[in-house]
Nanobody, 118 residues
Framework: QVQLVESGGGLVQPGGSLRLSCAGS????????MGWYRQAPGKQRELVAE???????NYADSVAGRFTISRDYTKNTVYLQMNSLKPEDTAVYYC????????????WGQGTQVTVSS
């Protein structure tokens, strides 16, 4: 059973930065595409960023240039560095893991709240 545990959320002012972490159990990092999704109140969950086994990254247009996804194989951890945060980035952020050939993630973390407000 794969477990994903997020941390690093919180309250930050507009223009500020946060770094989210997702620690995974087992050897998932060697076979899964890792990602971050977010869901704001009243909205659908949306993909924020993904990183493949080979380090190839993909970002939503709304965060490109501000957010950076990375992974540390030695720690089985995926990070989301979020800079220049905006109020519209406020959401619950979820870590995910999926196989290359399956678009829908197979595993989810419990979520961490990010609130951008002055």
């Amino acid at each position: 059973q794969v477990q994903l545990v997020e941390s690093g959320g919180g309250l930050v002012q507009p223009g500020g930065s946060l770094r989210l972490s997702c620690a995974g159990s087992g050897s998932i990092f060697s076979i899964y595409v890792m990602g971050w999704y977010r869901q704001a109140p009243g909205k659908q969950r949306e993909l924020v960023a993904e990183i493949s086994r080979f380090g190839r990254t993909n970002y939503a247009d709304s965060v490109a240039g501000r957010f950076t996804i990375s992974r540390d194989y030695t720690k089985n951890t995926v990070y989301l560095q979020m800079n220049s945060l905006k109020p519209e980035d406020t959401a619950v952020y979820y870590c995910s893991a999926r196989l290359d050939h399956i678009i829908v993630p197979a595993y989810w973390g419990q979520g961490t709240q990010v609130t951008v407000s002055s």
